[in-house]
C-alpha cells in the first residue's frame, strides 16, 4: 500500500528539527531546504538527503537519485521546501 | 577492518598502494578495466569514466560503513602537443582523469558521510606547477582534479572526511615507460628534491594521510619531491 503525502513530510519534518536540534522550531511543509531561508545549511542537506535516501529504499519501495541540474534552484528543485520534496518522493512511488 | 577502495589498481603507483594496503591488513577493492588478473585482493571491473559502470560496480558500498578511505589512482597520459592531440584523445583523458575522479567521489562519499568520517585521496602530477610542455592535455585534467579535491574538501569537511592530492613527479611506472630518459631527467631538475622519487615515497604519504594524525589536513596538494 503506497505510503501517503502526510506521512512522508511528517518523516521529513522530523528529520529537519533533529538536524536542527531544535524540537520548538517552528518546521513546516513551507519551510525551505534551499535558498536564503533555508532551514539547514549545506552539511545537514546531505545528511537529510541521506536519510532521506534509506527512507525511499526502506519505506517508498524504490531507489532515489537526488541528483538533478536544478536542485539547488530555489524555483525549480524539488528541494525547495519540504512539502515539495515530499511531494516529489510520493509521484516517485507512485511511477 | 577498514575497506579502501582503489582505482587503478591493475598497474603502477595504483596498484603498489594497493599491495600496501593490502599487506598491512586493510581489506581492498581494486578499481580496474578488467577485474581478471593476479591479485590478492578483490577487484571489481569498471571504467572509471564511465557513470554506469562505476554506480554497478561499487553501488552496494554505499551504506557500508567499513569503508573508510576512496583513493583514485587511476589515469592516463599522452606525451603531446596540444595541436597535434586526436580529439577523442583529448576527451579520454579529460574523462579518466577528472570526470572519473568526480564519479568515484561521488558515489562513495555516501558511505564516509554515514560512517561518520574518512579519507579520499586524489591523484595529480608535479607537471601542474612546472607546466611540461607536451603534456597540456594531461595537466589540464589534474589541474582540474585538484581545484576539484579543494572545493570537495571543503563540503565534507562537516562529515569528517579530508580530501587531499598527491602531486609525484616521474616515477617507474608503465604511465611514463614510453618517455625518453632525458624528459625525466629534466623534469626531476625541477624538483626541489631532485631525486626521482620511488613508488614507496608515495606510499609514505598515502599512509600519513589514513592516518588518524593526518585529520587537520585537507584540500591540500602534497607535491612529492618538491615544485
Known sequence: ??????????????????????????????????????????????????????????????????????AMSEARSVLRSIGSLAEHLVNQQAR | MDTVIVTGASRGLGNHVAMSLHERGYRVIGVSRSSKGDTPFEVRAADVADAASMSKALGDLKRDKSVYALINAAGIASMNLVITTPPETVTKIINTNLIGTILACQLVAPALIRRGGGRIINFSTLGVPLAIKGEAIYIASKAGVEAFSRTFAREMSPHGVTVN????????????EKVPRDKIDAVVSRQIIERQAEPSDVWNIVSLLLSPESSMISGETIHVGGA
Open chain 2, 165 to 176: 592530492t598527491i602531486a609525484p613527479g616521474p616515477i617507474d611506472t608503465a604511465l611514463i
Open chain 1, 1 to 70: 500500500m503506497p505510503v501517503g503525502k502526510e506521512e512522508v513530510e511528517k518523516f521529513i519534518v522530523d528529520e529537519v528539527s533533529m538536524l536542527i536540534g531544535d524540537a520548538s522550531s517552528q518546521i513546516s511543509t513551507a519551510t525551505p531546504l534551499i535558498g536564503a531561508n533555508r532551514a539547514v545549511d549545506s552539511a545537514d542537506l546531505v545528511v537529510l538527503l541521506l536519510a532521506v535516501e534509506d527512507y525511499a529504499r526502506d519505506n517508498l519501495g524504490f531507489q532515489w537519485d537526488w541528483t538533478s541540474d536544478s
